[in-house]
């Protein structure tokens, strides 16, 4: 990209060129041709010199960071990063690469005001570097675990007007194909517009026109300050939910998921609403289960070693050094089993399945650290995983270290998880027979009983009798539901609803749904049988593109059901869906 007096400034200044650098317009033009051939360590050397006499300038502090930033010399990068703020606060490219440095030291909620600030500052002509910036943060969200801003970063990038946004949307697709993102939050609902003739539909709308440009503190301010005029309207709410959740302001995108659960909104939106507070709040809603590892003192390694190799309720797992990145592997990992593992599998019933209660890992002796076995289990494991590894080897335990917290869980996810060990000659047939009838005992028979935080730590069946616990209890089972890849997962829940005095969700007429859309949410209770061919393929291929099994499972009979022959490719993705959905090979086959 050339340079000349009209060319915006490449110091982010918003100005033209010959407005606030015209007297460096031959030297920007000369750096530009010095990155386009890599020649970075002589450009860096020349910025300097140019920088000895022009002191402070935006373009030359903007080359001199990307320089460094390239060369790896990151001291050198923070140092100038510090200057560019300092000297040019308001400036884009300086706060969207302190939002960069700010998301690398783990701030996610202040990395994201700092890209708010730059955005603002920008205004409508975005540099070329924040942009870049905007795709960085959302890899660093996605990589700290922050889904919704990750999300709505990378939708930015789709829409800002620039040459390539291929990069966001291939990285968009794969977060929402990606089991680990659940499914409402897939298809966050776009930012919604005012009402006609309310006398706050012009700020309303701007705010509105802010968040579509990524603006959304902005935004969310502008709402925020019409709420005591607009509380009631459920745009308000579901835009303040979907700009704070950007924003990784969760406990505000809770309370707004929350508010817009109490409005005059369709029940299954309701729902909804109360389900995404509750993936937000998992923690609050489900209680948390740490995971602990306790270290014991051990005399004589090899001694012990022996005795698990020996032991009915004990057995040897691989040992993955990547799994220890930072210290030396254990020598030996062993499962610790609540029985001994039966000879064969052949027609063992889910009773006689022996449980992983919890893992020992064996370390030797290293410098000035004796040798000594860790302990690995969740919390409410721990007593009972504790005593059974006092019953295999408590001739050979030395001390008891202090537990440590290594991990956590949802208290309900781990209530509701199993590690078996089935013996190896169990046949596929009967390994899936014996999921399938635990998946169902769990949904139906554990989970009722669990007493949870949501709940004010009453369980399922006791909530069932509070009317007010309505829509939160409905919410819980639809967050199961789509939790569950089983494919009666839908056909489990509505019993489990019946059960418990919920209502069933309709099945949805078509023809009264967005296909463009609608939530994903309730794709598996579309009428499919209404459905044409177009309609079918737009529903497919959405519920393909998030990787929804229940819904796929549900329309790829359908689709191959059909006799026409117009979109033959349409039932060609239906078998090779199901192809891949499919656990058992012979029918996969």
Same mark, same amino acid.
């Given at each position: 990209m050339s340079i000349d007096r009209y060319s915006s400034c490449p110091g982010g200044? *918003?100005?033209? =060129?010959?407005?606030?650098?015209?007297?460096?317009?031959?030297?920007?033009?000369?750096?530009?041709?010095?990155?386009? *051939?890599?020649?970075n360590k002589s450009c860096l050397d020349y910025v300097l010199k140019l920088e000895s006499t022009h002191p402070g300038r935006a373009c030359l502090l903007t080359c001199k960071l990307a320089l460094e930033q390239a060369l790896h010399d990151n001291a050198a990068a923070e140092t100038t990063l510090r200057q560019f703020l300092e000297l040019h606060p308001a400036n884009p490219i300086a706060l969207a690469e302190s939002a960069i440095g700010t998301a690398k030291a783990g701030d996610a909620p202040r990395a994201l005001l700092f890209m708010q600030k730059a955005l603002q500052s920008a205004g409508q002509e975005l540099p070329r570097e924040v942009f870049s910036a905007i795709g960085r943060l959302a890899e660093m969200m996605l990589f700290m675990g922050f889904l919704l801003p990750a999300r709505g970063l990378l939708a930015l990038q789709t829409v800002v007007n620039r040459a390539d946004p291929q990069g966001a949307v291939e990285l968009l697709r794969r977060l929402v194909a990606s089991p680990s993102v659940p499914v409402l939050f897939k298809d966050v609902p776009l930012f919604s517009i005012a009402p006609r003739g309310v006398p706050w539909e012009q700020p309303f709308n701007q705010g509105a026109q802010l968040a579509i440009n990524g603006r959304w503190s902005e935004a969310a301010g502008i709402w925020n300050e019409l709420a005591p005029l607009a509380g009631d309207e459920p745009a308000l709410w579901r835009n303040l939910a979907i700009a704070r959740s950007y924003m990784a302001d969760y406990a505000g995108a809770v309370h707004a998921f929350r508010t817009l659960s109490l409005l005059n909104v369709p029940r299954e939106e309701a729902i909804e609403a109360e389900a995404s507070a509750q993936l937000l709040a998992k923690g609050a809603t489900e209680g948390i289960a740490d995971e602990l590892v306790v270290p014991f003192a051990v005399a004589d390694l090899d001694k012990l070693q022996a005795v698990f190799e020996s032991h009915a309720q004990s057995e040897r797992t691989d040992v993955d050094p990547q799994d220890f990145p930072d210290e030396t592997p254990p020598r030996a990992i062993y499962a610790l089993l609540d029985r001994p593992t039966p000879p064969s599998g052949i027609g063992i019933s889910r009773d006689d399945i022996p449980?992983?209660?919890? $893992? =020992?890992?064996?370390?030797? +002796? +290293?410098?000035? $650290?004796?040798?000594? &076995?860790?302990?690995? +289990?969740?919390? /409410?494991?721990?007593? +009972?995983? $504790?005593?059974?590894?006092?019953? &295999?080897?408590?001739?050979?335990? *030395?001390?008891r270290g202090e537990e440590e917290a290594i991990g956590q869980m949802s208290a309900v996810e781990l209530a509701l998880s199993w590690q078996w060990r089935l013996p190896?000659?169990? #046949?596929?047939?009967?390994?899936? @027979?014996?999921?399938?009838?635990?998946?169902?005992?769990?949904?139906?028979?554990?989970?009722? @009983?669990? /007493?949870? #935080?949501?709940?004010?730590?009453?369980?399922?069946?006791e909530a069932a009798q509070d009317p007010r616990q309505a829509v939160p209890l409905a919410a819980a089972i639809l967050l199961l539901e789509l939790d569950d890849s089983d494919p009666a997962a839908d056909e489990i829940c509505d019993e489990l609803r019946r059960r418990l005095g919920v209502p069933v969700p309709e099945q949805i007429d078509p023809a009264q749904f967005d296909l463009a859309q609608g939530r994903l949410s309730r794709f598996s209770r579309l009428d499919f049988k209404a459905m044409d061919e177009r309609q079918l393929r737009q529903i497919f291929q959405r519920a393909v593109a998030a990787q929804y099994e229940t819904a796929i499972r549900r329309m790829a009979p359908e689709i191959l059901a059909r006799e026409s022959n117009a979109f033959p490719e349409l039932q060609l993705a239906a078998h090779q869906s199901l192809a891949r959905l499919e656990d058992d090979l012979e029918q996969a086959q």
């Open positions: 200044t *918003g100005k033209k =060129v010959k407005f606030c650098c015209s007297d460096l317009v031959s030297e920007l033009e000369k750096v530009q041709r010095m990155l386009q *051939g890599r020649q449980h992983v209660v919890a $893992e =020992v890992l064996l370390f030797d +002796a +290293a410098e000035d $650290e004796p040798a000594r &076995i860790e302990l690995e +289990a969740y919390r /409410p494991h721990l007593a +009972a995983a $504790e005593e059974l590894l006092r019953q &295999i080897a408590s001739d050979h335990l *030395g001390e190896d000659d169990t #046949p596929e047939a009967h390994r899936r @027979k014996l999921l399938s009838e635990q998946r169902r005992r769990m949904v139906l028979e554990v989970w009722p @009983k669990l /007493p949870m #935080p949501l709940f004010d730590n009453k369980t399922p069946e």
